[in-house]
Structures are given as C-alpha cells and as structure tokens.
C-alpha cells in the first residue's frame, strides 16, 4: 500500500492515490492512463510518482491553445501521427554541454534554441525556463531531465522541436534519486497540447531502460537523429502487427 503525500503543495511528489484524488478519479483509471502515457509520471522503486507542478502543468494544458506553426497543428490533430524523429534535428544536439551548473546549462540549450530560429527571443526565453526550474527539478532521475516553459508561448517559441544535450560530467539538478544529469531533452512548442503531448512520447520512450542506456552511449547529433528514426519504425512495425 503506497503512503500517500497529501496535495498541500509541500510536497513535489505526488503517489497514484493523490493523482486519483486530486483528479476525481480512480486509481484505475489513472493507472490506465499512465500505461497509455497519458499523463506524465515517473517510477521510483517500482513505485509510480508525479510531480506536482508537472501535473499542474498537463491540468492547465487540457483548457488547450491553438498553435500557430504547421507541425503544431499536425500533433495537436486527435490523431498524432507526427513521430518524435520528426522532432529531433542534428543542430539542436549539443554532445558534451560546457555547462557545470543548471542556470549555465539551461543557456546553452536556450542560446542553441534562438540560434536554430526555434524562439523568437533568447533572453526571455531562458527566464521562462529558469523560472520553470524554481518551481521544482525537472529531472525525471536515472541522469535525465526534462526542462521546460510552465505555459507554452506562440509570441516566444516559433517552432516545435526538442534540443538534446549531453553531459559527461554530470549536472546537480537537485534529482529526487540524487543522481546527476547526463541526458537532457528541452521539448519546445508553441501550443501547451503540444507541450503535452511530446512530454507524454519522451516519457514512453525514457521508461524503457534498455532505450535510456543506448541513448547514455550516443556520441553525435547524426547518431541521436538515427535512434530516433529506428524508434519510430520499431512503434510503427508493432503498430502494424499488432
């Protein structure tokens, strides 16, 4: 029996009992939808958990906001058909950040972004994504973190994309396992549907440990770009015979 941690905002880590109850379902229910990476969560010691400001985030993202470039509204259809490889570019990977720090990090993956014309404005941009970072890590554990705008914004973010960067150091994110970062995915949309959705992809795809370790071992962005295609076809092939 899980212990619960109750919703007074004290706590960051939410247990499938809290979700339940904050969402007025069951536990079923929320269950299902975590199998079907419908909402975002992590497994702790076997244990499902979610962060309370994500959570916060995907409640407010269901209100929806119509976005504004092409590939938007292609993933904001009822039927997503966009994978993530579309989503991923040799350009935004950065192998082996100079960054040693979060606020150091989260400006080079904000200087990368306003580089490749995916936000408008770079300044204003990294503000959001450390203000984002206050609220509570974004490190989802096994040395991965997922940074991110709290609200997607179409008058900041031009086009959707995830910039991809890799530490052989290891970053502090202040991860609820302790452990320091070596992957970082900055999902970037203009619409908090879309922020949804490619949230809930990167979270089926970083639950399975074999995909995370191969992902540890990429050496370039052609290499992230290749495992991404291979990811997509492998979905597709199950799809088609299942």
Known sequence: MEQTMHTDGKSPLL????VAAFLQLSEKTVLKMVKQSEIPCMK??????????????WVLSRMGVIPQNDLSRL???EYD??????????????INLKGETVPEVLAELAENAF??????????FLDKLVERERMSSTAVGEGIALPH?????????REARIVIGTSRVGIDFNSLDSKPIHLIFLPISDSEVVHLRIIA????LLRDQRRVETLKTL????????FFISYNQELLNKEITS
């Open 149 to 157: 705008l709290r609200t997607p914004s179409d008058t900041v973010v």
């Open 44 to 57: 702790i010691a076997n244990q499902w958990r979610f962060s309370k400001p994500v959570l916060d985030d």
């Open 201 to 204: 992809k990167l979270s089926q």
């Open 115 to 124: 580089r490749t014309n995916l936000v408008a404005d770079r300044r204003v």
């Open 81 to 94: 058909a966009v994978p993530l490889s579309r989503l991923v570019h040799e350009e935004n990977v950065i």
């Open 75 to 77: 993933i904001e259809q």
């Open 15 to 18: 247990t499938l009992s809290d």
């Open 219 to 226: 050496k370039s962005g052609r290499d992230f770009v290749s």
